[in-house]
């Protein structure tokens, strides 16, 4: 089952899950963008869509499952080989203007005890890394976030939080594409739109790029 | 056209979903019992994916805007002008102004109307089916209201394979099936008594279940390891299990990760099944074999 490392398990009859690690951390997710580019080359007959996450890949296909699981085995055996395929979408760089005026800049500033400029300072002098997509269409998990802002998720989600609001919680940092429920801790907002069906592509960010806040009046 | 001239207290414009988008987030959506749409559209001629109205929570009345030929599988009444609908052979030809009056079936959640040709609605990244959390996809993105009028599609010149005959009703009293699930990619963090819990006790399908996720009642699940993950892709049927132990299981609509532990996943042929059963309503697990 196990390649250096990976273990594979199934998540329903039409999906396996190539697992790495455990953790949240850039050199794991380096694998798993690593991993996901060697299975996209690949060209296995049957796939349908490869989901890289924190610290797995997941592979929906069609078809013979044992045949692809065998596939992905020799794919995650391999992983320590030289050859990276290229990514097959080049990473992007994306910058996002933010009006830093969210309603949770106060609780952040008695929580942590840093003033609301260092908040903005802190969350903008930083370039995040895409570790996955997910949620609703067009979220980013963004991270990693300046250690002095992680905080724990609101106790009570809110019921509705409005697209275009960026939000922090533990090392992340996001911007919410749509309005839906949310418990993370809002700073601000942008006008920048995280996801058009009408667009191509529909969704701004892609696993594996970068984005930098800038702090707009 | 077909117009909605009395709507349901909740239908939307459904295909069989979107089949790739899960790397940006979009969810699979699409019809929640996609082989009772499929049914309804080979009855009238469509191809399996043609988009049609999934319909639930009460009664409806549409009117042909012009001659068609339109089904209604999962219904508990159908009335045609008034007059009962032939339900033994339903696919119906109508005429320009026929009113359909649509009552559910009382054991059913979900119930669909096919028009021949299909409800031509404009696709959005592939499909015709409504993401009513995002607003797009399907009639303007949201759930039908009274007055809508939907654009019927031009119908396939030729009549794909024979008649598919809608599913029997279950005997009555019949004791019915365990729905079927596959371990899950946490099944090793929990224990003998955990999956035991899952595979051997009844569950209570929530009053809070959507086209997100069905919440289940019913005793608690623990994990014996950490519950939380860094988030992973999930798919529809994953028996997600929060830190309280309440299990959900995702739909259609649902994320496409999560953080938590999924004991299992609901084999997708009974999916459909178990996205039919209304809240109250019992459910057993056993592992498939």
Request: hydrophobic share 40%; glycine share 12%.
């Given at each position: 089952?196990?390649?250096?490392?990976?273990?594979?398990?199934?998540?329903?009859?039409?999906?396996?899950?190539?697992?790495?690690?455990?953790?949240?951390?850039?050199?794991?997710?380096?694998?798993?963008?690593?991993?996901?580019?060697?299975?996209?080359?690949?060209?296995?007959?049957?796939?349908?869509?490869?989901?890289?996450?924190?610290?797995?890949?997941?592979?929906?296909?069609?078809?013979?499952?044992?045949?692809?699981?065998?596939?992905?085995?020799?794919?995650?055996?391999?992983?320590?080989?030289?050859?990276?395929?290229?990514?097959?979408?080049?990473?992007?760089?994306?910058?996002?203007?933010?009006?830093?005026?969210?309603?949770?800049?106060?609780?952040?500033?008695?929580?942590?005890?840093?003033?609301?400029?260092?908040?903005?300072?802190?969350?903008?002098?930083?370039?995040?890394?895409?570790?996955?997509?997910?949620?609703?269409?067009?979220?980013?998990?963004?991270?990693?976030?300046?250690?002095?802002?992680?905080?724990?998720?609101?106790?009570?989600?809110?019921?509705?939080?409005?697209?275009?609001?960026?939000?922090?919680?533990?090392?992340?940092?996001?911007?919410?594409?749509?309005?839906?429920?949310?418990?993370?801790?809002?700073?601000?907002?942008?006008?920048?739109?995280?996801?058009?069906?009408?667009?191509?592509?529909?969704?701004?960010?892609?696993?594996?790029?970068?984005?930098?806040?800038?702090?707009?009046? | 056209?077909?117009?909605?001239?009395?709507?349901?207290?909740?239908?939307?414009?459904?295909?069989?979903?979107?089949?790739?988008?899960?790397?940006?987030?979009?969810?699979?959506?699409?019809?929640?019992?996609?082989?009772?749409?499929?049914?309804?559209?080979?009855?009238?001629?469509?191809?399996?994916?043609?988009?049609?109205?999934?319909?639930?929570?009460?009664?409806?009345?549409?009117?042909?805007?012009?001659?068609?030929?339109?089904?209604?599988?999962?219904?508990?009444?159908?009335?045609?002008?008034?007059?009962?609908?032939?339900?033994?052979?339903?696919?119906?030809?109508?005429?320009?102004?026929?009113?359909?009056?649509?009552?559910?079936?009382?054991?059913?959640?979900?119930?669909?109307?096919?028009?021949?040709?299909?409800?031509?609605?404009?696709?959005?990244?592939?499909?015709?089916?409504?993401?009513?959390?995002?607003?797009?996809?399907?009639?303007?993105?949201?759930?039908?209201?009274?007055?809508?009028?939907?654009?019927?599609?031009?119908?396939?010149?030729?009549?794909?394979?024979?008649?598919?005959?809608?599913?029997?009703?279950?005997?009555?009293?019949?004791?019915?099936?365990p729905i079927r699930v596959?371990?899950?990619?946490?099944?090793?963090?929990?224990?003998?008594?955990?999956?035991?819990?899952l595979l051997e006790s009844?569950f209570?399908?929530?009053?809070?279940?959507?086209?997100?996720?069905?919440?289940?009642?019913?005793?608690?699940?623990?994990?014996?390891?950490?519950?939380?993950?860094?988030?992973?892709?999930?798919?529809?049927?994953?028996i997600?299990?929060?830190?309280?132990?309440?299990p959900?299981?995702?739909?259609?609509?649902?994320?496409?990760?999560?953080?938590?532990?999924?004991?299992a996943?609901v084999?997708?042929?009974d999916?459909?099944?178990?996205?039919?059963?209304?809240?109250?309503?019992?459910v057993r697990f056993r592992e498939?074999?």
């Amino acid at each position: 089952m196990s390649g250096f490392g990976a273990t594979i398990v199934p998540l329903g009859e039409q999906a396996w899950t190539v697992v790495l690690g455990e953790t949240v951390d850039r050199m794991l997710h380096q694998r798993v963008t690593a991993l996901a580019a060697r299975i996209a080359a690949a060209r296995i007959p049957g796939l349908v869509e490869i989901v890289p996450a924190y610290a797995t890949v997941t592979v929906f296909f069609e078809g013979d499952a044992e045949e692809i699981r065998r596939k992905l085995v020799a794919l995650s055996h391999h992983e320590r080989s030289e050859v990276i395929p290229p990514p097959e979408a080049m990473p992007e760089l994306h910058v996002i203007p933010v009006r830093y005026d969210g309603p949770d800049l106060a609780y952040i500033a008695t929580e942590t005890g840093l003033t609301r400029q260092q908040i903005i300072q802190r969350h903008s002098s930083r370039e995040y890394l895409v570790y996955l997509l997910g949620f609703v269409p067009g979220f980013g998990y963004l991270g990693d976030l300046d250690p002095s802002l992680v905080l724990p998720r609101r106790a009570t989600p809110r019921t509705r939080v409005p697209a275009g609001s960026v939000a922090i919680a533990g090392a992340q940092t996001a911007v919410y594409p749509l309005a839906t429920p949310g418990g993370w801790h809002l700073i601000g907002t942008t006008t920048t739109v995280m996801f058009d069906p009408a667009r191509e592509p529909a969704a701004l960010l892609k696993a594996g790029d970068r984005v930098r806040f800038e702090p707009v009046a | 056209m077909i117009l909605l001239e009395k709507a349901p207290p909740f239908a939307t414009v459904q295909d069989l979903g979107w089949p790739t988008g899960r790397a940006m987030g979009l969810p699979q959506c699409g019809a929640m019992d996609p082989l009772l749409l499929g049914r309804a559209n080979a009855l009238v001629g469509n191809l399996p994916g043609a988009a049609g109205i999934e319909w639930a929570l009460g009664p409806g009345v549409l009117r042909a805007g012009f001659a068609c030929e339109l089904t209604v599988l999962g219904a508990g009444e159908v009335l045609l002008d008034g007059e009962p609908a032939d339900m033994a052979h339903p696919v119906w030809s109508l005429e320009p102004g026929a009113r359909v009056t649509v009552t559910p079936d009382r054991d059913q959640r979900f119930l669909y109307v096919a028009v021949r040709g299909g409800i031509d609605v404009p696709v959005v990244l592939g499909s015709r089916s409504t993401y009513l959390p995002g607003g797009f996809g399907g009639f303007e993105g949201r759930r039908l209201k009274a007055g809508d009028l939907l654009p019927v599609g031009p119908a396939l010149h030729t009549r794909l394979g024979g008649l598919v005959h809608p599913r029997a009703a279950p005997d009555a009293g019949a004791e019915e099936m365990p729905i079927r699930v596959t371990r899950g990619p946490q099944w090793d963090r929990f224990d003998q008594a955990a999956r035991r819990t899952l595979l051997e006790s009844r569950f209570r399908i929530s009053a809070s279940s959507d086209r997100m996720g069905y919440r289940l009642e019913g005793p608690a699940i623990v994990p014996s390891r950490t519950a939380t993950l860094p988030s992973e892709a999930a798919c529809p049927g994953a028996i997600q299990i929060p830190d309280g132990g309440a299990p959900i299981v995702l739909m259609p609509d649902g994320p496409t990760v999560g953080g938590y532990p999924k004991i299992a996943v609901v084999v997708r042929d009974d999916l459909r099944c178990l996205a039919q059963y209304l809240p109250g309503h019992e459910v057993r697990f056993r592992e498939a074999g």
